[in-house]
């Protein structure tokens, strides 16, 4: 999928990552270390056994897959996605873990395009929804999210909007 954005001329290019491409195996570990580097990331260096292991082990955790986008053969852009499972829908769908546009990248429309792919490969995969996470005051997330057709989860207005809570093991 190749775009031009109305932000910019030049044509950004959205692609299913390929693990086994060692090209763009170290592009998806140098996006999450710049990702992890931000304060909304924790802050530090992607850890050097995710540096090495990560992208092996997401080849081989069934249904996983990731979107990375280019521009002028630059990586721009990653998405994280997983493969869950609807209960109420009785189908799959599509937990976008992470999403990362280079700091040098954002506003020109990186983020909507990758979302955009991510909810072709969710429907040739039979999903029915997309889900993520987001902080609370990543307000630049947040409207990025908005603008794909994003919103919070909620059932009923009465009963408040879901919380994304977590316990380590």
């Not at 299913?16 to 924790?42: K, V």
């Not at 490969?121 to 993520?132: D, S």
Request: glycine residues 8%.
């Amino acid at each position: 999928m190749a775009l031009v954005t109305p932000e910019t001329s030049s044509a950004l290019r959205v692609v299913l990552a390929n693990y086994t491409d060692c090209h763009q195996a170290e592009d998806i570990i140098h996006l999450m270390d710049e990702y992890s580097r931000h304060p909304f990331g924790g802050g530090g260096p992607l850890p050097e056994p995710c540096r090495n292991e990560l992208v092996p082990k997401l080849a081989n955790f069934p249904g996983a897959f990731s979107v990375l986008a280019y521009g002028d053969n630059e990586a721009l852009g990653l998405v994280n996605c997983f493969t869950g499972f609807s209960t109420f829908s009785c189908m799959p769908l599509i937990n976008i873990h992470d999403v990362i546009v280079s700091e040098r990248a954002r506003g020109q429309g990186v983020c909507a395009a990758m979302m955009d792919f991510v909810a072709l490969e969710a429907k040739k995969r039979g999903g029915c929804k997309l889900t993520m996470e987001v902080l609370e005051k990543n307000f630049a997330a947040k409207n990025a999210y908005r603008k794909s057709g994003f919103k919070p989860y909620t059932l009923d207005e009465e009963f408040g909007q879901a919380e994304f809570w977590q316990r380590y093991l």
